[in-house]
Structure formats: C-alpha cells, structure tokens
C-alpha cells in the first residue's frame, strides 16, 4: 500500500517540477514586466510587488499593438479560409461517390509531404511576381494553402465518422443536402473546428520567416517579426520594457484559449490524431 | 464511358467547389515545387538575366561549399535532441499524468500543459536569447548554485553554442503532443489494464508490453512529422544566433537563407533546398518502412 502511495507522490512531484520549470520562464516574463530597472538589478528572480511598475506597458504599448493587430488581421482570415475551403470539400470526400475522388484526394494530402524548405525560394519569387510583396495577402493566400490538408484531413475523418442513419433519415423527411449540412451536421461538428482552428491559427501566429521575407514595411509586420526587431526600437531596448513587450504579444493567444478550451479538448479527445 | 461522364455530370457541382482548394495548392505549392528543380538548375540572382548551367549549383554545394559539413552535423543534432525533446518527454509526461488517480488532478494538469504553447513561440526563442546572455539568467543561476566556472557567453563561443541551442527550452514540454498522448493513453481498454494487474505485471512491464505497443501508432506519427519539421527547421537558431558565432551553428535553412535573400543567388538556394528535400523525403521513407515492420512485429 505505502509504495503505491510513493509512486503516486513521485508522479505529482514529476509532473509539478515539470510545470514549475515550464512556467518560471512564462512567470519570470510576467514579473520583470512590471519592474523597474533599479528593483531589477536588485532582485533579478523573483517578484517585486512592493513597487508595481505599469510604466513599462505605457511604453511598449504603441509599439507592439500594431503587430498584435496585423497578426490577429492575417490569423483570422487565414483560419477563416481554411475552414471554409477545408470544411466544404471535406464534407465532399466524406459525403460523396463521384470519379477521380482517391486520386484528387491524395493529391490534396500529398501538400502535407512537401517541405516548406524547397518551396520557400520559388514561393518567395511568386509572390513578388504577382506584387504581393509588402500586403498580407502574401501571407494571407500562401498560409491557407498550407493549412488546406491538415485541416481537410481532421476534418474528412470526423465527418466519415457521423453516425450515417442520422442524415439518411432527414433526407427521407425530405431535407435538402443543404440543410443537412447546415443544421445537423455542422453543430455535429463544432468540438472539431475549434480544434482545427485553434491548431491553425498556432501555425499561423508563430509563423517567422515567411513573413520576414515578404514583409519589410514596418507598419504591416506581424507579431513575431515586429518582437524580432522590437531591440532596435528606440526606448524599446530596456529590458523590463521589452519583457511588457513579449507579455502583450502573449495575451491574444491565452484570451482566445480562455473561450474555446472546452471544445479544443473534446476535439483533442475525440482522436483528432490516431495514428 | 457514357456512365463515366454520367457521373461526372451529376457530380458537376462538387469539383466546381473543389476548383477553390485545386486552385490554392496548385498556385502556392505545385507549382512552386516545380518551380524549385528548375530554378535550381540557373545561375539566377533574381533579375532578367538567367543562365541555365545544369547541376553547377549541385557540384557546388557537394564539392566546394566549406560550411555544408558543419550544416548538415548541426542539424542532425538538433534533430535528434529534438525529436527526444518533442516525442519522449511528451510521452513521459502523457504516461505519469495517465496514472494520476485524481481524476481532478488530471484534468487541471492537462490544462497547464497546454497553457504554455499559446506563449508565441517567438517569444519563448526571444527569453532564451536573453537568458543566455553574458549577464543572463542562465549565468546568474549558475552564480547562484556556485557552478561560476561554467558561466559563459553561451551563444557568443563556438564550442559550446549548438549545446546552448539544443537546451533552450528546457524542460521542452510540448503541450499538444502531450495531449495527443494522453487521448491515446484513454483509448486503451480497462480490460487489458486489469488483465496486465491479473498477471502480476509490474508498471514497468505494462508499460513495455502494453503501453508502449499500443501507443505505436501516435509515436509513429508524431516521429515523423517531428523529423520533417525539425530537418528544415531554422526559426530558432535563426533568431538565437543567426547561425554564429563564426558560422559555428550553421544549419542547411540558415545557409539557404543567406544565400538567397542576402546573397541575392537563387539558383544555389534552390539547390540547397532541393537537396535537402531530398533528404527528408529519404529518411521519412526509411523511418515509415521501419516503423511499419515494427509495427506488424508488435501486432
């Protein structure tokens, strides 16, 4: 009976030194945003909340909101585009027979295969070609190309997975293939678009040399290349100032978990990846 | 034939909608996977003037390209660090939380697992950068447990800059992995656990014997879209060191980089990139033909 109880404390202790190890950077980045410069040479580990010191914020507000603002613009649109291309044919290939449907499938997953390493060069003279460079829409279309298969393929299988008798009896009450779609099976389907999106807009989020390339002009960078060069703002490079930054750039991704965790985890739970 | 057509008649509507994702990869990425082969084969810096000079980039890069050992050692480090980082410690982490009896325990633990990962990826590099600094917490730390003799610039010396970037992170939690493991841990039947518990197996042996086979199928996937995305990942050493000091943690993406966005040389990118798909694609076929064989031993 006592050893049972040892591992059981081993295991909390584990998964506790884990997350302790995991978080103090993410608290380290909290607590230092709101110090000053002089209470950070004193005491440079652990938090000071004699002297909360919001000043840091004011200063790096102006200069990382309109990162936030330029990233959450591409995400959302790019996330949108992914469900809507994504959810329609991948209600196509679980709902129907039609010829060509194996092969035009593969090849949509086939994009999964092929590295963004041997498309970044050819992509990048694309882009310019087509006068892209410096618009998200360079980032915006090239992003949901990339994002179509992933999602197609969570998608499809959930689908395919609906229990059949379901839809085949609203259609015998007459319900259009419409209808069915819009009204059974896409509630049906929620727990699998938070997850889809929510995966998404990760990638799209963090995404770092592509936009780097694409976009110079400062007033349309996203979040990651905006922090990047956040040192060579002027005022921005105090290192306190620069952790308010980074804890600004932290919060939209956090927020919009807060909202659909419950869903991401059922999506998660329902065997999104089985292997 | 004439039923052929038939259906592809009655289906018309459906490959109307499908033109939209045909249209996307078509543009943004068959065409430029094409595009890359034939670009790698031009002495071609961006502008009107192309030569076409056969695989001159190839005998470059293989015969005279002074950094692509160093490149390729690099990277091959990073990747297997990474994939322990992004696949072992994941499921150790899957396999303790799976055993937690608190029901409660565990599902606030699976909540701060995930927390971490919507932290921008950005700015965990961008931290780690700072911690590594001369005056760094890294160092500071070591003052602290009296290692001061390890205390160095650790992404500023070139003997120990890749084992810097490999520890970055640490402990490398990896939120979504984690929970991808756990799920599979849930879909294990209780039968088989109690049989495990009949039989006198110990933890260990129900972790060899049944855990682990029955996991198989998730640590198939995960390795290899960790390999793939690993061998072309440059995002961190990108922005820890920019592959310094002295090219000392060069890796093929940081070379492709230069060489086609500060050197202008497209063609010699190209080939870069060309090549080092092809070294994915190997090893991808090598690690699915493996894991399958293991996978039909097991079952």
Known sequence: ?275 | MRHTLKSVYKARYLYLFLLIPFAFIALFIFYPFFRGFQISLLDWSGGNRTEFVGFDNYRELFWNEPLLGRAVRNILILAVAGILQAVGISFLMAWVIHHIRSAKSKYVMRIFVIVPSLIPAIVGYLLWKKFYEPEGLVNRLLGLVGLDFLQQAWLGDVSVVVTAIVFAGFPWLNGANTLIYLAGFLQIPKEMYEAAKIDGATSWRTLWHLEIPMLAGQTRILLLLSLISLLQNYDNVFLLTRGGPMDASVVPGILLYKNAFLFGRYGYASAIGVSLFAFIFILSLLSMRLSKESGEKVS
């Open chain 1, 1 to 275: 009976m006592s050893m049972r109880k040892t591992a059981e404390i081993i295991r909390y202790a584990f998964v506790i030194l884990m997350l302790a190890a995991t978080f103090y950077p993410i608290l380290f980045m909290l607590f230092t945003s709101v110090k000053s410069t002089g209470s950070l040479a004193i005491n440079f580990f652990l938090p000071d909340f004699t002297a909360v010191h919001f000043e840091n914020f004011k200063t790096a507000a102006p200069k990382v909101l309109p990162y936030i603002g330029n990233s959450v613009k591409v995400s959302l649109l790019t996330v949108a585009g992914i469900l809507f291309v994504s959810a329609g044919s991948a209600y196509i290939f679980a709902r129907f027979t039609f010829p060509g449907k194996a092969i035009l499938y593969q090849l949509l997953m086939a994009t999964m295969m092929i590295p963004i390493v041997l498309t970044f060069v050819p992509s990048y003279l694309l882009v310019r070609d087509l006068g892209l460079l410096n618009s998200h829409s360079a980032l915006i279309l090239p992003g949901i190309a990339v994002g179509l298969a992933f999602a197609m393929l969570l998608l499809r299988t959930f689908f395919e997975s609906i229990d059949q008798g379901l839809i085949e009896a609203a259609r015998i009450d007459g319900a259009r293939e419409i209808r069915i779609l819009l009204q059974l099976v896409l509630p049906l389907t929620v727990p699998m678009i938070a997850t889809v999106s929510i995966l998404s807009i990760l990638r799209t989020w963090n995404d770092f040399l592509w936009p780097l390339v694409t976009i110079s002009r400062d007033s349309l960078r996203t979040l990651p290349i905006g922090l990047a060069f956040l040192v060579d703002k002027p005022g921005s490079n105090q290192f306190t100032v620069m952790m308010a930054g980074y804890t600004l750039a932290s919060i939209p991704l956090v927020v919009l978990f807060l909202f659909a965790m419950k869903p991401f985890m059922d999506g998660i739970n329902a065997g999104a990846i089985k292997g």
